[in-house]
């Protein structure tokens, strides 16, 4: 089922000049480099950024010493069923305790939709601290069920205050990690992820595109 019959909900978010970004990353930078007119034929434009910027994917080079890269990675983990699982606003850290309370068979691709998913919905632009992440045991259970890829609606998938033990037991365990994703219109429940990100040879991670189609 592919064309226009498709249900597809764009995950992604904006790439734009003054988006947040995580504190300390590069600027966007997209300027036109030259305009239709009487220098140019063409309208043509420059982007300069950080691979964590907006919607991206984190491979094991990202926190591994001697991890993986993008050149090494499975399209497979970023296109197939994938749930989203969707947490009440009181729940400030996803917790092994609070995986373990889920009713879910397959945990092979799963995303996150917290109370982060807000701060797109209202255009929240400065970095907020104290969003909504996986704690380290978090990571642990979804080593041990499997997982292959998770996904979360803020610019990391760690806790500000901890950022690398998440990363590290994730990227360790071979997890791709699929962060700045925007979950705002999304039903909790069952979709086909589609997630391409861009080739870039030998990094630690890249922007990608990703949508989700409902299944039924
Ligand atoms: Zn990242």
């Not at 734009?16 to 043509?44: F, L």
């Not at 497979?76 to 850290?93: A, I, K, Q, W, Y």
Request: aromatic share 8%; glycine share 8%; charged share 25%.
């Amino acid at each position: 089922m592919y064309g226009e019959d498709m249900n597809l909900i764009d995950i992604s978010m904006e790439i734009k000049n003054g988006m947040v970004i995580w504190p300390g990353d590069p600027e966007v930078n997209i300027n036109w480099m030259a305009r239709i007119g009487k220098d140019s034929h063409a309208n043509i434009s420059e982007l300069s950024f950080g691979l964590h910027t907006g919607t991206h994917i984190d491979v094991p080079k990202h926190f591994v010493e001697n991890g993986w890269d993008m050149d090494s990675l499975d399209l497979t983990v970023l296109m197939g069923s994938v749930e989203v699982v969707e947490f009440p606003e009181d729940v400030n850290l996803i917790t092994y305790e609070i995986l373990e309370k889920q009713e879910m068979q397959n945990f092979e691709r799963i995303l996150f939709k917290t109370r982060n998913s807000r701060l797109w919905a209202e255009n929240i632009n400065d970095f907020r601290e104290d969003f909504v992440a996986l704690s380290a045991c978090g990571a642990d259970y979804l080593v041990s069920k499997g997982c292959r890829l998770v996904g979360i609606d803020y610019l990391s998938i760690a806790p500000f205050t901890d950022p690398k033990t998440t990363h590290v037991k994730l990227l360790e365990a071979g997890i791709v990690i699929l962060e700045g994703l925007n979950l705002y219109k999304v039903q909790p429940g069952k979709y086909d992820l589609i997630c391409l990100p861009l080739k870039l040879a030998g990094r630690e991670g890249a922007s990608a595109r990703a949508i989700l189609c409902a299944t039924d």
